[in-house]
């Protein structure tokens, strides 16, 4: 459809729309999901100028696959689920990532690089402006709205679960400016920093098992490609166990661990103890699996789990008067889609790992969708429109790169055989 060097309008709007849909994460929902439908939009026109090029490269690049193991046990749920209304909005949320997948193929190298540049900038500004807003009070947007948990220039508690599974993007570069020896590591060492102080003091625990899982990827691709020594990731590990524990000190990160939310104190390691570190989440996971034994097979259906949740007895539903989600991807799959759902998920949670460890070079998109899907990940909906873009666009971008990588090198062996 373009050549691989080319430039052109279409490639300038879609590095905008990429791009937009990371940077839109601290706007209102309405802009955020507005750029997304737009986005899918020009996907569909895509798909109907350039039908058999689309197909053919959504096949190549296995983007078609990995989709359909997803969508389809979504369709299957939605057939009988307890709320049909809830399951095929889900259903039509979904469909809006196979158009923009399609429209990837308008992508050349030098626009997914841009797009990474982009949500660099994203990161080094969400960080920096968390530090200072923890450090003085006071950010971009005006004062803090709250000094025990930093929200930083987003509308809800979203900065450290959005800005732990973007790190992969951040730790890449740094590593790369000091493999390199370039001049600016300095300043990519410090947006690190930021970064990872941002992490902590957001308060959201399940944005530092993001972080660890994050780090943890690079070293094992550094490992297996022979980049980095045992010596060095011990030396790595070390230092980042340094710098968790100085940060763990912090007042109100302490406070999350040793008495997580809430001032009364309970004993440590005590069923309390784990439901407050899971901010009283255990009655939801609860409820999930008991959800999932009784339809385990395809389902109760995406989005079923806010209205059947709510409508059980004010006794046991714990300290939530309604709650919209699991806040666990595996168990939200399990209960949700049932085995079916949840054995396709595993298959694309893994194939997304192999891919990635498997690459000789680090695909920072396929890291980011690795841990924006992984089963441990209690952040919010797996199937809600809020996360699906950290899902989506990053496998989309990662499994763009891959193919452009693929046919660049088999071009170059062609040419010198």
Same mark, same amino acid.
């Given at each position: 459809m373009t050549s691989e060097k080319s430039c052109g309008l279409p490639q300038k709007v879609a590095i905008f729309f990429f791009s937009a849909m990371f940077w839109l994460y601290i706007a209102k929902m309405g802009i955020f999901n507005g750029v997304v439908i737009a986005t899918a939009v020009w996907?569909?026109?895509v798909l109907i100028r350039h039908r058999c090029e689309v197909i053919s490269y959504l096949k190549s690049s296995q983007f078609l696959?990995?989709?359909?193991?997803?969508?389809?046990p979504v369709v299957i749920s939605a057939i009988g689920s307890l709320t049909p209304k809830d399951s095929w909005r889900t259903v039509l949320n979904i469909s809006r990532f196979f158009f923009i997948g399609g429209l990837a193929i308008v992508l050349t190298q030098s626009s997914v690089e841009k797009i990474r540049w982009a949500v660099l900038g994203f990161i080094a500004l969400i960080s920096v402006d968390a530090v200072i807003e923890w450090l003085t009070g006071y950010h971009l947007t005006g004062a803090s709205r709250d000094r025990v948990r930093i929200m930083g220039l987003f509308q809800f508690y979203h900065l450290g679960y959005v800005l732990g599974t973007l790190t992969p993007i951040i730790f890449y570069q740094t590593y790369q400016s000091f493999a390199a020896k370039e001049r600016g590591r300095f300043a990519w060492l410090v947006i690190t920093a930021c970064a990872l102080i941002a992490i902590f003091v957001a308060g959201a625990r399940a944005g530092w098992v993001s972080l660890l899982v994050s780090g943890g990827l690079l070293l094992l691709w550094l490992l297996i490609h022979r980049k980095i020594s045992w010596k060095r990731v011990v030396v790595a590990l070390g230092l980042c166990i340094v710098v968790a524990g100085g940060i763990t000190q912090i007042p109100m990160v302490k406070n999350r661990l040793v008495n997580p939310n809430g001032a009364a104190t309970v004993e440590f390691g005590s069923y309390e103890w784990f439901d407050k570190l899971s901010s009283a989440r255990l009655v939801l996971w609860e409820f999930a699996w008991k959800h999932y034994q009784e339809y385990p097979v395809i389902g109760a259906g995406t989005g079923s789990f806010h209205q059947t949740f709510t409508e059980q007895p004010q006794a046991l539903k714990g300290a939530h008067d309604e709650a919209f989600f699991p806040h666990f991807h595996g168990l939200e799959v399990l209960s949700e889609t049932g085995t079916v759902g949840f054995i396709c998920y595993l298959i694309v949670v893994f194939s997304v790992l192999w891919l990635l460890l498997s690459a000789p070079y680090f695909s920072v998109w396929l890291a980011v969708a690795f841990i924006a899907m992984?089963?441990?990940?209690?952040? %919010?909906?797996?199937?809600?429109?809020?996360?699906? %873009?950290?899902?989506?666009?990053?496998?989309?971008l990662g499994l763009r790169e891959r193919f452009l990588r693929r046919k660049a090198d088999a071009a170059l062996e062609n040419r010198l055989n």
């Amino acid at each position: 459809m373009t050549s691989e060097k080319s430039c052109g309008l279409p490639q300038k709007v879609a590095i905008f729309f990429f791009s937009a849909m990371f940077w839109l994460y601290i706007a209102k929902m309405g802009i955020f999901n507005g750029v997304v439908i737009a986005t899918a939009v020009w996907g569909i026109y895509v798909l109907i100028r350039h039908r058999c090029e689309v197909i053919s490269y959504l096949k190549s690049s296995q983007f078609l696959w990995l989709f359909l193991l997803l969508f389809v046990p979504v369709v299957i749920s939605a057939i009988g689920s307890l709320t049909p209304k809830d399951s095929w909005r889900t259903v039509l949320n979904i469909s809006r990532f196979f158009f923009i997948g399609g429209l990837a193929i308008v992508l050349t190298q030098s626009s997914v690089e841009k797009i990474r540049w982009a949500v660099l900038g994203f990161i080094a500004l969400i960080s920096v402006d968390a530090v200072i807003e923890w450090l003085t009070g006071y950010h971009l947007t005006g004062a803090s709205r709250d000094r025990v948990r930093i929200m930083g220039l987003f509308q809800f508690y979203h900065l450290g679960y959005v800005l732990g599974t973007l790190t992969p993007i951040i730790f890449y570069q740094t590593y790369q400016s000091f493999a390199a020896k370039e001049r600016g590591r300095f300043a990519w060492l410090v947006i690190t920093a930021c970064a990872l102080i941002a992490i902590f003091v957001a308060g959201a625990r399940a944005g530092w098992v993001s972080l660890l899982v994050s780090g943890g990827l690079l070293l094992l691709w550094l490992l297996i490609h022979r980049k980095i020594s045992w010596k060095r990731v011990v030396v790595a590990l070390g230092l980042c166990i340094v710098v968790a524990g100085g940060i763990t000190q912090i007042p109100m990160v302490k406070n999350r661990l040793v008495n997580p939310n809430g001032a009364a104190t309970v004993e440590f390691g005590s069923y309390e103890w784990f439901d407050k570190l899971s901010s009283a989440r255990l009655v939801l996971w609860e409820f999930a699996w008991k959800h999932y034994q009784e339809y385990p097979v395809i389902g109760a259906g995406t989005g079923s789990f806010h209205q059947t949740f709510t409508e059980q007895p004010q006794a046991l539903k714990g300290a939530h008067d309604e709650a919209f989600f699991p806040h666990f991807h595996g168990l939200e799959v399990l209960s949700e889609t049932g085995t079916v759902g949840f054995i396709c998920y595993l298959i694309v949670v893994f194939s997304v790992l192999w891919l990635l460890l498997s690459a000789p070079y680090f695909s920072v998109w396929l890291a980011v969708a690795f841990i924006a899907m992984m089963p441990i990940n209690t952040h %919010v909906a797996f199937y809600g429109s809020f996360w699906a %873009v950290l899902i989506w666009v990053p496998l989309i971008l990662g499994l763009r790169e891959r193919f452009l990588r693929r046919k660049a090198d088999a071009a170059l062996e062609n040419r010198l055989n």
